[in-house]
């Protein structure tokens, strides 16, 4: 899987669990300025996120990760 296609896999699933329009989810939005993400919906992002790609992120992975750019490059090193 290329990186494009963990992108947008990414943000089908950012969309889907933060009600957003698929359309609206940038490389560059922060999770919790630009899509409006609170603590729990980043909790049960990260659990969903894991189970998709089945893969596994580290609390100080996800404390790290602030916008989707992130969480996808995190993903794409964590899925080969």
């Not at 490389?27 to 998709?52: H, P, Q, T, Y």
């Not at 992120?57 to 602030?66: G, L, Q």
Request: hydrophobic residues 45%; negative net charge.
């Amino acid at each position: 899987m290329d990186r494009a296609d963990i992108a947008s896999r990414t943000k089908k699933v950012i969309a889907a669990h933060l009600a957003v329009d698929e359309g609206n989810v940038s490389e560059k939005s922060s999770f919790i300025k630009d899509l409006e993400a609170d603590s729990i919906d980043l909790v049960e992002l990260r659990m969903a996120v894991e189970e998709v790609f089945e893969i596994e992120i580290t609390d100080e992975e996800a404390e790290s990760i602030k916008t989707v750019g992130q969480a996808i490059d995190l993903i794409f090193t964590k899925a080969h």
